[in-house]
């Protein structure tokens, strides 16, 4: 059985949980591989005094690991951007494949780094740079080649999860955030993480493979979860829908929705179900319909079982030196179409309103008039007496799906309106339809 | 651009959405694939009348497209055992590949058609014949290449769930049956699809394909869902669970668990949140820990996107002549186990139970010892007065984990009791720990 030389570059949590499977599991491996896995030499900055790497040498520059001709596959698990783009680019020069878990590198340099492959006759891998372990890259790119695939909107970032889930019992944002930080869910920078940044990196990523246009992370639409009220949370839960964190990209004839927010999505649909620190990733394809991919979206051998699924694709590739591999966004180079993608004001949603009133008669009618000037109907309006504070009252309100232009016009409006305290709260919401 | 040929042999609703789906998405199937696939070939015994072929030459004799020198790939759409079963046989004797969607087939003679196929140097995949779209079969043979798979469970009978689903209003099942007859849903003889039949084929699969096992279908058990009534279900619910019928696969050192048969399930796991017609199927692994895969079990297209995701795996195999395919149940053949399926005797399970006993004193002291004697912990107990009925009365219980071995003596014993009616009800429950 020929043997398959990796090197790992970065031993952090995914670099340890690689290591550890790969090890644990290398009878396996081999057996669905029909080649022999072997890690032969890892290097990270820090050493890893609680791991016992066996007789596998480590070094502490990474650039051992590039530059070891006896390499064939080298994993990126260092993170970032500018040392793992240099990292990447020298492994492809060195004719090395490549598999990473990093999609901040991929949503960003991507389209440089797969140019660069695609020139050296390279695979590079990336997996588990979107939902952990769940194997979603191989489900567009290959499970659903048959479709044009319409839309995909996931739960891709477990920290905003855990929180939101967490919020359904009415405790605030910053209490649960740091709940989340103590127990190891989120990093003491939680910006990443709660606004919407890393779930956009995965989007992209997602978008780029799903539809077959280049990676454009740059323009992307990024809202987090900071601003997301338990009393909004509530309401919408009475409305029957639940908040969830969506990143949600449509492919349009005119462009590409690609948007990262707090969105009501019905409590019947399956992915209003997913909670915690769990992934979902809702794929629709013009032949198949609705597929769902859920589990772990981070963790050590978690994020390390994507790793290798993409070690064992591309050890199988090494040995056939083919060049019909899987392209890299799913499509061959020339069959990918350069569709833009669209400003937030072009994007449809249906929209959940949240407008502090003053408790005059005529204020109902007047919000009422202000929609339906800008033509957008109501799916549902609530307002109870009982809220009723300082004179002020909110009136909550679910349309029916419009494009975003109209409802930034008719919110200026109701913030000018005298009865109004000036700001209108508003939440997307998605019928998956 | 190569040219892939592919000739379809059966044109009922999975050859023509197969057709459908492959002519309207050509290009961006070719943009996927590196090559393009063209339908050189459309066989079956019956012409579509309502389908529009254009210029691919049809035969009602299925034999032109397997001894068609041009055809490269053979998709085997005519289901049942014996014919396809020669089919394939022939077609891989003349250097075909083959893309099936018949589980009966590989369930029951894939071992033999995987050795032929070996021997011959061709692929034969079987992506659509688990689980519809849903692509599992990939995300188990390559997706979680880096796990000890654990456990499958999985709803992969669409039939079963959508009567299930709709007992759950309190209606009774042969009601329902009649309806989902009526819908399309269900065939005239519904026995394959209640009493477990086809999702023994489809469990025997992915067993297989999780496990590294040789497929043992003869050896499964299966239990329908016939005999499930409004009553156990709302009783279910009432415990915190929901009746599904699961197929159930679970790797034990000693040997394979393989059973299909109605099961209690956490009404807080998603699993049960999967309703209707649906698929879900859950693999536990010890890397990634718990996975789900989710969408159409079934129809034209859906079904029709798993064969094409094949034909284009195909394809790119076609073109590269590798040896290093992926291995047809996940494992090379030299790395597959000779697990044996264990017997029902052997299983563990947690039980739910329900025993008509006589409103007598000391009745639930007898029951109670009954269960201890045979080491069996109980988790909850109901009876309700307001049930008594002719004297007699239901007494509801969940225990612990057991041997199943244990439940069946117990059951001999309660069943024997003058104080009881002589007939247990028994429904098999699951955690997933």
Redesign the interface.
């Known amino acids: 059985m020929k043997d398959v030389s990796v090197g790992i570059c970065g031993l952090g949590t995914v670099g340890g ?1 690689t290591f550890n ?2 090890t ?2 290398a ?9 022999n896995i072997r890690i032969t030499r890892v290097a990270s900055r820090r050493a890893r005094e609680d791991m016992d790497l066996g007789d596998v040498p480590f070094s502490t520059d990474i650039y051992d690991v590039v530059n070891d001709p006896d390499v064939d596959i080298v994993v990126e698990l260092i993170g970032g951007y500018d040392a793992a783009k240099e990292l990447v680019l020298a492994a492809i020069r060195n004719g090395k494949h490549v598999v990473t878990a990093n999609k901040a590198l991929i949503a960003v340099h991507g389209n440089e780094i797969f140019e660069a492959a695609e020139k050296a006759g390279v695979v590079v891998a990336y ?1 588990a740079g979107v939902a952990g ?3 979603v890259i ?2 567009v ?8 695939i319409d839309w995909i909107a996931g739960i891709i970032n477990g920290t905003g999860n855990y929180i939101l889930t967490e919020m359904r019992a009415g405790r605030e944002f910053s209490e649960v955030l740091k709940e989340a930080q103590d127990l190891g869910y989120a990093e003491a920078d939680p910006t990443f993480d709660v606004e919407g940044i890393d779930a956009a990196h995965k989007l992209t990523i997602l978008a780029s493979a799903g539809f ?1 246009v280049p990676l454009q992370f740059e323009k992307g639409f990024t809202e987090g979860i900071s601003k997301i009220t338990p009393y909004d949370i509530a309401h919408a839960e009475l409305l029957g829908y639940r908040i969830k964190h969506l990143g949600i990209a449509r492919r349009r004839d005119d462009g590409i929705e690609l948007r990262v927010h707090p969105t009501l999505v019905p409590q019947s649909h ?1 992915i209003a ?2 909670d915690g620190v769990l992934n979902a990733v809702l794929v629709d ?12 979206g981070a ?1 050590d ?2 994020t ?6 993409d070690i ?2 591309v ?2 590739a090494v ?2 030196e ?6 890299y966004l ?3 180079p020339d ?2 179409e350069d569709l833009d993608v669209l400003s937030m004001e072009d994007i449809q949603s249906a929209y959940y309103l949240r407008i502090t009133a003053l408790d005059r008669p005529g204020v109902l009618a007047k919000i009422a008039s202000i929609l339906s000037e800008h033509g957008i109907n109501i799916e549902s309006i609530m307002q109870k007496e009982s809220e009723l504070k300082d004179g002020r009252i909110p009136v909550i309100i679910l349309t029916h799906t419009v494009q975003e232009r109209q409802i930034n016009r008719a919110i200026e409006e109701l913030e000018a309106l005298s009865d109004t305290d000036g700001h209108v709260v508003r939440i997307r919401a998605e019928n998956f339809n």
Request: charged residues 20%; contains cysteine.
């Open positions: 949980g499977v790969l644990r599991n009878r396996l491996i081999a057996g669905r591989a029909g080649c997996e372990g769940i194997p191989k489900a790119r290959e499970g659903m080649a048959a479709n044009r077959g399956l179900q997913v394809g013009d032949a198949v319909g609705q597929t769902m991919y859920y589990g772990p963790g051998e978690a390390g079982s994507a790793v290798i699924a064992v694709d050890a199988r040995a056939t083919s060049k019909l591999r899987v392209p799913g499509f061959s069959a990918m």
